[in-house]
Structure formats: structure tokens, C-alpha cells
């Protein structure tokens, strides 16, 4: 299957699963459920479920408890979007292509359906959908819960906050988006790992190619920033310049940062070696994230 496809395939499947799991109820606090629907169905490309879903597949992992997972990991992505919008953070009026969640319904909404959908991600990780044992669940949960608080994303957002009143080094630049950006990715190629409980050199293959594909995933974005289409990005770009913050490009220079992605890219799919020809979707999704334009 080509990666486009595949891509297609998750971004169906996830939206299924929002749909099922994000059921609108009938009193008055459906607004809520609102709020969480508008900001995940239909929403991005779906990458990070793509690659739990690939990565399972790969693993031997039955693609409902793969789904779940998957569903679990976008509810987290779609609350860190919706409250690094939010005017206390990133102030921004668009994400997607359409209004953020707090201009399209108010900021306390907005903040309640980000806090709704961490919980909710707890929930459907634990769901008897997923088929797996409560050995494994558990494992899901703690790696989670580490890679979207303070150790992951969460600690990651903290370090941006303040890389927006004073420079930042490459060194700080790179823990920032390992933590901001690459937490979550990590989850995505380990998470079906942990839950089949593959062998060290598995995941140790799995691990490498998740660290790099995390920080080029990061450089193209600093890159879109400032060669990007605000219509195929759907968001305001330029932000980082006017507001002097440090990246990868203006720490690094806009071709050493393309050069660095390209690299990472070369040992992303290196790292797959391991797995010969299925890993042939992971390899392709090494070169979308070098390629991509939005």
C-alpha cells in the first residue's frame, strides 16, 4: 500500500473512533462534547495514529488494540494543540484550516474540552476494545502519562514558554523538541512495542528511528515556518521570527537545518534495517516528513 493511502486509511479509522468514543449526549453539556469533536474529527493527517497503526502491523499487534492506542495518543495531541492556542500560550487564531477551538467557542470551553480529552485518552487506553492484557495496559498508560507530562510534551511546552523571553542554545533548542515534538512520536513507534512486549533489539531499532524522525519531524516545521503555504499549513506562519525565537533555523542557518533534516532522515531509515522490507511504509514516512508541505 502506498503511504498516501495508508494515511487516508488512519485518518478514516481514527475518525471512527473519535465518533464512537466522543458521543454526543442530549443535555446541555454536549457543548463540551462539541468542543472535543470540532478539534479532533476530521482534523490533520492523522501521522502519529498512522504510525501506531503501521508499527503494530509490523509487530503483530490486532489493529482494534492498535486503533485504540492510536485513539488514545490523538486525544493527547489534539488537547496539546487546542491549549498551546489558547491566548496564555501561543495566542493563535487558526489551526487546521479553521478556527481554533477557543475562537470557535470561547476560551473556558476550550480549556474544559483540552482537560476532557487528556482524561478521556486515559479511558479509552483501559477500554476492553483493545484486547489486551491489564500487564500490558498499565505498561500504555505509565509510557503515556511520561511522554505527555512533565517529562515528554508538557515539560517540552514549559521550555518553549520560556524560550519566548530568552535565547535559547541548539543544545536547549534540540531538548526542547525532543521533549515537545518527539515525545509524542515516540510514543507512536513504541507503544505498539510495549504492548506486544518485543524484545530489546526491537524496540532499541524502534527507539533510534523515533528519536530522529522526532527532530527532523521539528526542522521541516521551523522550515514551513518560513518557506511554508499558510493555506496548505493551515496556520499563521512567520511567528517565530517576529517574535525572535530561537529554532533550529536560526540557530543552525534555513540549508544547515535542511542538510541536518536529511541526515536524521538517512538514519531514521537506517535504523529500520533491521525489519527489511516491512518497514517499507516507516521509510516512506521518513521521506514524507523531510517533504512534506504542510
Do not use: W
Request: charged residues 30%; aromatic residues 6%.
Amino acid at each position: 500500500m502506498l503511504l498516501k493511502d495508508k494515511l487516508v486509511e488512519a485518518r478514516t479509522l481514527l475518525d471512527e473512533s473519535f465518533d464512537k468514543n466522543l458521543s454526543l449526549p442530549e443535555g446541555k453539556e454536549k457543548r463540551l462534547l462539541e468542543a472535543m469533536r470540532y478539534s479532533t474529527i476530521g482534523g490533520g493527517k492523522a501521522f502519529r495514529a498512522f504510525l501506531v497503526l503501521t508499527v503494530g502491523e509490523m509487530l503483530g499487534l490486532k489493529k482494534e488494540s492498535a486503533l485504540s492506542i492510536a485513539t488514545a495518543l490523538e486525544m493527547i495531541h489534539s488537547f496539546s494543540l487546542i491549549h498551546d492556542d489558547l491566548p496564555a500560550m501561543d495566542n493563535d487564531t487558526m489551526r487546521r484550516g479553521k478556527p481554533t477551538n477557543h475562537v470557535a467557542f470561547d476560551e473556558a470551553t476550550a480549556i474544559l474540552a483540552g482537560d476532557a480529552l487528556v482524561i478521556n485518552a486515559f479511558e479509552v487506553l483501559t477500554s476492553d476494545d483493545t484486547e489486551l492484557s491489564f500487564e500490558a495496559r498499565c505498561r500504555l498508560i505509565r509510557f503515556l502519562a511520561q511522554m505527555a507530562g512533565k517529562e515528554g510534551m508538557c515539560g517540552g511546552q514549559m521550555l518553549d514558554l520560556i524560550g519566548e523571553k530568552e535565547k535559547l542554545n541548539l543544545e536547549e533548542v534540540t531538548r526542547l523538541q525532543t521533549l515537545k515534538t518527539g515525545a509524542l512520536l515516540k510514543f507512536a513507534v513504541l507503544a505498539p512495542a510495549t504492548a506486544v512486549g518485543a524484545d530489546e533489539t526491537t524496540q532499541n531499532a524502534l527507539i533510534k528511528y523515533a528519536a530522529n524522525i522526532g527532530l527532523m519531524f521539528q526542522m521541516t516545521d521551523d522550515i514551513l515556518d518560513i518557506e511554508g503555504d499558510e493555506k496548505l499549513m493551515g496556520k499563521t506562519l512567520g511567528k517565530d521570527k517576529v517574535e525572535s525565537k530561537s529554532t533550529f533555523v536560526t540557530l543552525m542557518g534555513l540549508e544547515a537545518t535542511r542538510q541536518k533534516a536529511k541526515e536524521l532522515g538517512d538514519e531514521a531509515k537506517k535504523a529500520l534495517s533491521l525489519f527489511g522490507d516491512k518497514a517499507d511504509l516507516l521509510c516512506q514516512a521518513s521521506d514524507f516528513i523531510l517533504e512534506r508541505k504542510n
